[in-house]
């Protein structure tokens, strides 16, 4: 059964840093793109950052320079590492590959 896992998640104060991990099982996705969304309370999910299996990445404007997406192809492991984080931040994050979801990991930053 193919699935994604995500971890790493907490709470953590305003310019502190989380690096979530997303483990994918059930078959290869070296050559997928994997991507991280996000969703707050009362909005909708968005985009964060995604990892193309060409090696490129793109961002979320909010996010650039803060956040950075990698990827372990031998692991199946999508990596989210988020520094100097804000409380606009706070959200539960999803990984994404293809049509599948993972059930998410929530990520809480206090002021």
């Known amino acids: 059964q193919v699935q994604l896992v995500e971890s790493g998640g907490g709470l953590v104060q305003a310019g502190g840093s989380l690096r979530l991990a997303c483990a994918a099982s059930?078959?290869?996705?070296?050559?997928?793109?994997m991507a991280w969304y996000r969703q707050a309370p009362g909005k909708a999910r968005e985009f964060v950052a995604i990892?193309?299996?060409?090696?490129?990445?793109l961002y979320l404007n909010a996010v650039k320079g803060r956040f950075t997406v990698s990827r372990d192809n031998n692991t199946n492991t999508l990596y989210l590492q988020m520094n100097n984080l804000k409380p606009e931040d706070t959200a539960i994050y999803y990984c994404?590959?293809?049509?599948?979801w993972g059930k998410g990991t929530p990520v809480t930053v206090s002021s």
């Open positions: 994404n590959v293809l049509e599948l």
């Open positions: 059930g078959r290869s996705f070296s050559d997928t793109n």
């Open positions: 990892s193309g299996y060409l090696g490129t990445t």
